[in-house]
């Protein structure tokens, strides 16, 4: 095996895109500057280090347009220790989040927020990782990139047309739930991600660099067998990503889930940021990591059947899930103008 190297989320013309978030860096050069630049404030919460950008500072990468409070800091760092407490691996450092509120009208009026990780790949075209699932995972350290943050994280200020729900209190009718929003972000940072490129219609490429596949990538399957192929659409013919179904073959989860794949979400049309990277909604209308939430619901940690998931995906899960609080799959709360989540 050659020696792993991180990789950032390029296009094939080099333009710098995201993966877990495809259109956050799309949308960097279309970003007004904050009008006063404020002290970015650094606080460490079990694995993580989360550098809260205010209005109008920037990491290179992106500019902050409001300012953070220390309850919206405190539900950042619950949503941490919510996914730290029933993992058991041990980091390799501490990984580096930055976070940002910023207007997203101009990327969809639904959108309440999204996540982008740099990637660390293997080097050989077969395993790509998220660079802060990397170091959590898998225990290592593998230095820093250039921007100063393993993930990025980012919120819509008016939660989408909506308001939001911030501290321990459960949502009310119209509102957004600020933690259900962050934990599901978290775990795009951890893993729930896919390498798949619509444009170039394959897997595992992130600009002219062969990465490989992520383990997420690795659970996918479509309805004829087809499995993603690292450089490639799929194997042993081309997998069907634009149209249900796609599902999940991990053991695990299967086997949790009465021995049955697990719908993904892959609708047609495409939806960029969405697709292939979430949980079917339509299935699984209320666990973390489907692609929507409503207003009033409250999703605050994985289901059971998530958890499993985490499992196949090589994480070390404590308690074992079916000693966890299962999530009900059936509606929860008021479910009024669903706003979708990257």
């Known amino acids: 095996m050659r020696d792993g190297q991180i990789v950032g989320r390029t296009n094939r013309n080099g333009g710098l895109l995201s993966i877990a978030m495809y259109f956050l860096l799309v949308a960097v050069s279309f970003l007004a500057v904050g009008e006063a630049e404020a002290a970015t404030t650094v606080q460490a919460y079990g694995p993580f ?18 300012d953070w409070t220390a309850e919206q800091m405190a539900d950042v760092g619950a949503s941490i220790q919510m996914w730290s407490q029933y993992i058991d691996n041990t980091p390799g450092r501490q990984v580096a989040m930055h976070a ?63 308001a939001w729900n911030f501290g321990t209190d459960a949502p009310g009718a119209g509102q957004i739930d600020f933690r259900s929003v962050v934990a599901h972000e978290i775990g795009h940072s951890l893993g729930f991600v896919s390498t798949y490129d619509l444009d170039y219609d394959d897997f595992g490429w992130f600009g002219s660099t062969f990465a490989g596949l992520t383990a997420w990538d690795k659970g996918l399957v479509d309805d004829q067998g087809n499995k993603p192929l690292s450089g490639g659409t799929g194997t042993p013919d081309d997998f069907n990503e634009v149209d249900d179904p796609v599902y ?17 979400y892959a609708p047609d049309p495409w939806q960029q940021g969405s697709s292939l990277s979430h949980l079917d909604e339509a299935t699984f209308p209320t666990v973390l990591m489907s692609p929507s939430i409503a207003a009033a619901q409250a999703i605050r940690q994985p289901s059971n059947l998530e958890w499993m998931m985490m499992k196949d995906m090589g994480w070390d899960i404590v308690p074992e899930p079916g000693t966890l609080l299962l999530l009900a799959l059936g509606s929860i709360g008021v479910l009024l103008r669903r706003r979708r989540r990257r």
């Open 49 to 66: 280090t989360v550098t809260f950008h205010n209005n109008g500072d920037t990491d290179g990468y992106i500019t902050g347009q409001q």
């Open 100 to 162: 940002f509120w910023r207007e997203l009208d101009s990327l969809g009026t639904n959108v309440l927020g999204g996540a982008a990780s740099y990637m660390y790949s293997d080097g050989g075209g077969t395993t790509v990782w998220a660079l802060g699932e990397y170091v959590w995972k898998e225990g290592v350290n593998p230095g820093t990139t250039g921007f100063g943050f393993d993930t990025v994280i980012d919120y819509d200020i008016t939660a989408a047309g909506l």
């Open 248 to 264: 999940w073959d991990g053991l695990n989860a299967v086997s949790y889930y009465g021995d049955s794949l697990v719908p993904i």
